[in-house]
């Protein structure tokens, strides 16, 4: 049996993600194991006392999540190897009586708070904000007594004994947060399906170009990029590394060969894994970098090297 960490205590966001996955892992036995952050379940992956890990990577409210790209590019090396979008709905819950009256501190994880913020503006605008690890922690707080209530998911209401003063309250209603299934570092990525992601990270010169340089390297093999976000490389104010997610997998020509060209450039900073897409169709690719355009033209080259006369592919 498989051990998964996931950004805990039950009835986050995370805890739906993971389940997600697992339903999709076609009877494989895993016990969930939640943690107490983002850093603490990556480190129980690292050290290998889980098998895998599940943690938030974007919202489509506040983005990138600093933390868990942190993680990725820092650190011993890790891959991912499924993906999951949850749709997320905040409520606000309380303890069973508290009218609104009666909340002075309102807990939430930071992104929870961005989502939450105008609701709260609007209709408790004397309430303390208080940050916490999840959105669940928030919810365990309540019930614990330590906050008068908690933006959370509507699952932890009914995990803490919790009551709903306000339902849907988030200022985006179709918000959507993405996560990912993270295992060791030299894991094999699964099987291509037709629809997958590749994830990596480069690092380039701070000179005029050499970004460009890069990011042409991707296009020009027919790649369809879909997320560029940069991150402090934390050794020097200005420099960044690059997170890149680009549809195909490595296993494709076009994307074996644009991480080959990036390992020749020395830009490739970490592969981070092709897995299957989950949200979205892969846009095709350009005619001239289908397998069957890549063999057509390897025959080629390998027919001008041999001498045998063969009409080069058109």
């Known amino acids: 049996m498989q051990r998964w960490a996931y950004l805990g205590p039950q009835g986050t966001f995370t805890e739906a993600a993971v389940i997600a996955v697992l339903q999709r892992s076609q009877g494989l036995e895993v016990e969930l194991v939640p943690a107490a952050g983002v850093s603490v379940a990556l480190q129980l992956l690292r050290s290998g006392d889980v098998d895998a ?16 790209q942190d993680e990725l590019t820092h650190g011993d090396a890790l891959v991912i190897g499924a993906e999951a979008f949850v749709p997320v709905t905040f409520d606000l819950l309380v303890r069973a009586g508290t009218v609104a009256g009666d909340i002075r501190t309102v807990g939430s994880h930071p992104h929870g708070h961005a989502q939450v913020r105008d609701w709260l503006a609007e209709h408790l605008p004397t309430a303390e904000i208080v940050v916490t690890t999840s959105t669940a922690a928030a919810a365990a707080a309540v019930a614990a007594g330590e ?28 918000a959507i947060t993405r996560f990912v299934l993270l295992r060791p570092g030299g894991t094999p990525p699964p099987e291509p399906t037709g629809n997958d992601r590749t994830s990596f990270i480069v690092s380039v010169d701070n000179q005029p170009g050499s970004l460009l340089s890069v990011l042409a390297e991707i296009a020009g093999r027919g790649i369809n990029m879909t997320r560029l976000e940069s991150r402090p490389t934390r050794n020097k104010l200005g420099e960044y590394v690059f997170l890149i997610d680009a549809d195909g997998h490595i296993a494709e020509p076009a994307m074996a060969d644009t991480v080959a060209a990036l390992i020749r450039r020395a830009a490739l900073m970490r592969w981070l894994g092709s897995y299957p897409r989950m949200s979205g169709t892969n846009v095709p690719a350009a005619d001239f970098a289908t397998a069957g355009r890549y063999d057509a033209a390897a025959e080629a080259v390998s027919a001008i090297v041999t001498g045998v006369v063969r009409r080069v592919p058109s």
């Not at 890990?53 to 933390?67: F, I, Q, R, T």
């Not at 908690?150 to 985006?172: F, I, Q």
């Open 53 to 68: 890990a599940c943690v938030p990577l974007e919202n489509s409210v506040e983005g990138g999540v600093p933390l868990t």
């Open 147 to 174: 906050i008068d209530a908690a933006a959370a998911a509507p699952v932890a209401g009914s995990r803490y004994g919790l009551t709903a003063l306000a339902t849907d309250v988030g200022v985006v209603r179709d």
